[in-house]
């Protein structure tokens, strides 16, 4: 069994930034991957950022650019720097792991963009 935690989250105005921290109760070294999907108000879960085991990236259109996903194996930890934000990045924000066949999330952490 895995849990994930995430923090970090909080109220932020139009252009500022945010560094989510999603901490691993088990090593991630051998983590095939872990991501950062997120859910808006009304809207259905979408994925954000994905970091590999091999540090392989990838990003949602809407977040490329302001976003960068990072792992730190040694503090089996995951992080989600997001620079100049949008009231559309407003969300719930879930850390995510799949771990042979089961699936791991975090609570989540509110992000609010807003003036």
């Known amino acids: 069994q895995v849990q994930l935690v995430e923090s970090g989250g909080g109220l932020v105005q139009p252009g500022g930034s945010l560094t989510l921290s999603c901490a691993a109760s088990?090593?991630?070294?051998?983590?095939?991957?872990m991501a950062w999907p997120r859910q808006a108000p009304g809207k259905q879960r979408e994925l954000v950022a994905l970091v590999s085991s091999a540090d392989n990236t990838n990003y949602a259109d809407p977040v490329k650019g302001r976003f960068t996903i990072s792992r730190d194996n040694a503090k089996n930890t995951v992080y989600l720097q997001m620079h100049n934000l949008k009231p559309e990045d407003t969300a719930v924000y879930y850390c995510?792991?799949?771990?042979?066949?089961?699936?791991?999330w975090g609570q989540g952490t509110q992000v609010t963009v807003s003036s």
């Open positions: 088990a090593s991630i070294f051998s983590f095939p991957f």
């Open positions: 995510y792991a799949v771990v042979g066949s089961v699936s791991y």
